[in-house]
C-alpha cells in the first residue's frame, strides 16, 4: 500500500483561517420583517423549554401565536415587543 505525498498539507496554504477585515460588520443581525399575521413579537424573559416545551433562551425575540403569547406575557414568562 504506498502513500501518495501530494496529498498532505503544505504550511501557509490558502486553507488557513483569515482575520475579519477591519471595518464591515461581520455579525449584525437580520431585522425582524413586518408583523406577521396571527402572530406577537415577544422577548423570552424566563426558561420556556420545561414549562412550553418551545425551543428557545431566555433574552431571545421571537414570533409566537398570539393566543400563547398572551399566556405566556400573563405567567411573566416573556414581555411584548413593539
Do not use: C, H
Not at 45 to 55: D, E, F, R, S
Amino acid at each position: 500500500m504506498a502513500t501518495n505525498k501530494n496529498n498532505s498539507r503544505k504550511k501557509g496554504s490558502a486553507e488557513q483561517a483569515t482575520a475579519p477585515q477591519q471595518g464591515k460588520e461581520t455579525a449584525e443581525k437580520a431585522p425582524f420583517k413586518e408583523e406577521r399575521k396571527g402572530m406577537k413579537r415577544i422577548t423570552i424573559t424566563a426558561p420556556v423549554a420545561g414549562k412550553y416545551l418551545l425551543p428557545w433562551n431566555v433574552g431571545q425575540t421571537v414570533f409566537i401565536e398570539i393566543k400563547q403569547a398572551n399566556e405566556m406575557i400573563a405567567n411573566g414568562d416573556a414581555k411584548e415587543v413593539k
